[in-house]
């Protein structure tokens, strides 16, 4: 009973749950960036940083309230919502 019960609830996680794959090349950028944020002592949330590591391996732009992103060079940043 355990087992069916265990069983149900991790069929409902995986229907709420997505999992991404992730290029090498993104991989790679998302360690340049922790290691970059490490030397200069700052911290992002693992999300934050891997959208750091994908905006920097796409060259892409990344559209953000926050301003933590402006501590990477190389990430290009936008705050649309600035007056």
Same mark, same amino acid.
């Given at each position: %009973?355990? !087992?069916?019960?265990?069983?149900?609830?991790?069929?409902?996680?995986? !229907?709420?749950?997505?999992? =991404?794959?992730?290029? *090498? @090349?993104? @991989?790679?950028? $998302?360690?340049?960036?922790? $290691?970059? *944020?490490?030397k200069? /002592?700052? @911290?992002?949330?693992?999300?934050?940083? %891997?959208?750091?590591? %994908?905006?920097?391996q *796409?060259?892409?732009?990344?559209?953000?309230?926050?301003?933590?992103?402006?501590? *990477?060079? /190389?990430?290009?940043?936008?705050? =649309?919502?600035? /007056?």
């Amino acid at each position: %009973m355990a !087992k069916d019960v265990a069983s149900q609830s991790s069929v409902r996680s995986m !229907k709420v749950v997505r999992i =991404w794959p992730v290029e *090498l @090349a993104v @991989a790679d950028r $998302h360690a340049e960036v922790y $290691h970059a *944020l490490k030397k200069a /002592g700052r @911290a992002l949330s693992q999300v934050d940083m %891997m959208l750091a590591a %994908m905006a920097r391996q *796409l060259q892409a732009t990344l559209l953000t309230t926050d301003q933590d992103f402006q501590a *990477l060079p /190389g990430i290009q940043s936008e705050n =649309w919502l600035a /007056g």
